[in-house]
């Protein structure tokens, strides 16, 4: 008998994969003009070299964080950094961010440990936010535990602050949307800003915002968001739209499913037409709306059309089992 629980959990997994899958094709590309949530969502486009469907670093590293998680029973950083420099070792890392590249450069070559070889404070990319639904279906049931563990998760590859808030948001509303049946926008914004509050003030007062932005026209609350991203590092990117800095990427995702908190494909559609870096607000998009709305939701065609389909299942289905083994343990 699958489970409400189990369900959310495969929903966060494949949710992951599905959001970047259908993002991909347009990252940093121009969404072609006119382009309707329905004609997007029909099926996955081609990504150059690869078959239809592939996911790319977004879903490749939270599967590797979700299986360091069901190893260790543990969010462990030496593990964690073992199993993600792997992907650059064999060269199977897929579109890979510089921060990220740059961190797992530095411990492949034995010139910083695990703690010490993420990129610097100034690099506030989205790297850690597109892998942090595993933390939060880990520790569903114990919230507190998630600052601790997105840092941990998060340092290996950015040390600056305003990333490792990233994560920890992330990860604490996958967690508030497998709780709470119903999304109250006030108590969901307030979690957030008070999760973040403790780990960057810049980013909180940006979550404070949100409750403005859900009351002002939807056109003038994205453009807000996009402007956020106009920072020296990433100004003239992107095409204009949502850049790879690590706060309008969260805010675009937590805006549009605080609009249509039961709706994945009205969620992941918005946000990926949105433009940008697309692959990773579609990833976490899926992750926290499929958290939340759980895999049923998921149309059909794409859930089993993502390349690893059954194993992601699986994936999620062993996560789960393992967090409820953990939780029986400390009753």
Same mark, same amino acid.
Request: overall charge negative; hydrophobic content about 40%; charged content about 20%.
């Given at each position: 008998?699958?489970?409400?629980l ?12 599905v ?12 969404? *072609?003009?006119g ?7 029909a ?42 420099? !792997?992907?650059?070792?064999?060269? +199977? ?27 610097? *404070? ?12 595993p ?16 840092? @941990?998760?998060? @340092? ?17 509303t ?6 709470? *049946?119903?999304?109250? *926008?006030?108590?969901?914004? $307030?979690?957030?800003? %008070?999760?973040?509050?403790?780990? =960057?003030?810049e980013?909180?007062?940006q #979550? ?10 939807e ?7 996009? $402007? ?5 590092s990433?100004?003239? %990117?992107? =095409?204009? !739209?949502?850049t790879?800095?690590?706060?309008p +990427?969260?805010? #675009? ?15 992941? %559609?918005k ?5 940008g870096?697309?692959?990773? +607000?579609?990833? @976490? ?15 059909i ?30 009753s």
């Amino acid at each position: 008998m699958i489970t409400d629980l189990q369900n959310k959990f495969t929903g966060c997994i494949i949710g992951t994969a599905v959001g970047d899958a259908l993002g991909a094709p347009f990252e940093g590309r121009r969404i *072609p003009t006119g382009m309707t949530a329905k004609e997007l969502l029909a099926g996955f486009r081609d990504l150059p070299t690869y078959p239809k469907g592939q996911y790319t670093d977004d879903t490749q590293l939270t599967i590797v964080l979700a299986e360091s998680i069901i190893a260790k029973r543990a969010i462990d950083g030496p593990d964690i950094t073992r199993r993600f420099s !792997r992907l650059w070792e064999r060269g +199977t890392i897929i579109g890979a961010g510089g921060a990220s590249s740059f961190a797992m450069r530095e411990y492949l070559e034995g010139k910083k440990t695990w703690d010490q070889c993420g990129a610097p *404070p100034g690099q506030a990319g989205n790297g850690t936010a597109m892998r942090a639904g595993p933390i939060g279906l880990w520790h569903f049931d114990e919230t507190e535990m998630i600052p601790e563990s997105a840092t @941990i998760a998060s @340092i290996i590859t950015h040390r600056d602050r305003r990333a490792v808030a990233g994560a920890a948001v992330v990860a604490s509303t996958v967690a508030y949307g497998i709780t709470h *049946p119903r999304v109250d *926008p006030v108590e969901l914004i $307030d979690l957030l800003h %008070s999760v973040c509050s403790d780990i =960057n003030e810049e980013f909180a007062a940006q #979550i404070k915002n949100l409750g403005t932005w859900l009351g002002e026209d939807e056109e003038q609350a994205v453009q807000h968001i996009i $402007d956020l991203g106009q920072i020296d590092s990433f100004k003239g %990117s992107w =095409n204009g !739209r949502i850049t790879a800095y690590v706060i309008p +990427t969260v805010l #675009i995702v937590l805006y549009y499913f605080l609009m249509h908190p039961d709706d994945f494909t009205t969620t992941l %559609s918005k946000v990926i037409l949105t433009g940008g870096d697309v692959d990773t +607000t579609g990833a @976490i998009a899926g992750a926290i709306s499929g958290a939340h709305n759980g895999f049923g939701d998921i149309p059909i065609r794409l859930a089993s059309g993502v390349k690893d389909a059954t194993a992601l299942r699986e994936l999620g289905q062993k996560l789960y089992e393992i967090t409820l083994e953990q939780i029986k343990k400390k009753s």
